[in-house]
T-cell receptor, first 113, second 117 residues
Framework: KAGVTQTPRYLIKTRGQQVTLSCSPI?????VSWYQQTPGQGLQFLFE???????NKGNFPGRFSGRQFSNSRSEMNVSTLELGDSALYLC????????????FGSGTQLSVL | QQQVKQSPQSLIVQKGGISIINCAYE??????FPWYQQFPGKGPALLIA?????SEKKEGRFTISFNKSAKQFSLHIMDSQPGDSATYFC????????????????FGQGTILTVHP
């Protein structure tokens, strides 16, 4: 069974631009969660989607948004990029039916210059 | 507000030794406590997890000890191996309002474990 796939693996953007990251969950998983990982703040929850609906949200500004498609694939978007948005963005999938196990992808490393 | 505090930040042990990483949480509503292992360039991988209704869970060389009254839990790695060298994260979660998700994990700051051969 294929794992969680995130694309692209690396991304370089400049301040003020916007970026879209993609995540394909494990086949059969309907829940996708997004996390930001930085050396200073560690791993922080962004949001979770299930059946195309956001059902959990972290404490990030509105510049961070996401969506989920009918095939459970998810995208997250960051608008008006700031230097502090440089981070590893991780996607995790789970069955979404009350199961606790999250399976993480390898992430997208975003650098904002 | 940091809800899960993890220590130590880094740990060096000899091959065959015991590695111990500790975590403390504040929110008594948490009811799921996983440990994740992360290698460079990879995402975190679930290692072992525990619920507060048990005090200990063992899987192979990995054991979680849980103290509900103290709001603390720890990971013990027995017979540590060089291949165990990685960053370890404790985390905590609770079901969402609909009772269907543990997708929102609160992580500790991580412990970099180095096992010398």
């Amino acid at each position: 069974k294929a794992g969680v796939t995130q694309t692209p693996r690396y991304l370089i953007k400049t301040r003020g631009q916007q970026v879209t990251l993609s995540c394909s969950p494990i086949s059969g998983h309907r829940s996708v969660s997004w996390y930001q990982q930085t050396p200073g703040q560690g791993l922080q929850f962004l949001f979770e989607y299930f059946s195309e609906t956001q059902r959990n949200k972290g404490n990030f500004p509105g510049r961070f948004s996401g969506r989920q498609f009918s095939n459970s694939r998810s995208e997250m978007n960051v608008s008006t990029l700031e230097l502090g948005d440089s981070a590893l963005y991780l996607c995790a999938s789970s069955t979404g039916q009350g199961g606790e196990k999250l399976f993480f992808g390898s992430g997208t490393q975003l650098s904002v210059l | 507000q940091q809800q899960v505090k993890q220590s130590p930040q880094s740990l060096i042990v000899q091959k065959g030794g015991i590695s111990i990483i500790n975590c403390a949480y504040e929110n008594t509503a948490f009811d799921y406590f996983p440990w994740y292992q992360q290698f460079p360039g990879k995402g975190p991988a679930l290692l072992i997890a525990i619920r507060p209704d048990v005090s200990e869970k063992k899987e192979g060389r990995f054991t979680i000890s849980f103290n509900k009254s103290a709001k603390q839990f720890s990971l013990h790695i027995m017979d540590s191996q060089p291949g165990d060298s990685a960053t370890y994260f404790c985390a905590a979660s609770r079901r969402n309002a609909g009772g269907t998700s543990y997708g929102k994990l609160t992580f500790g700051q991580g412990t970099i474990l180095t096992v010398h051969p």
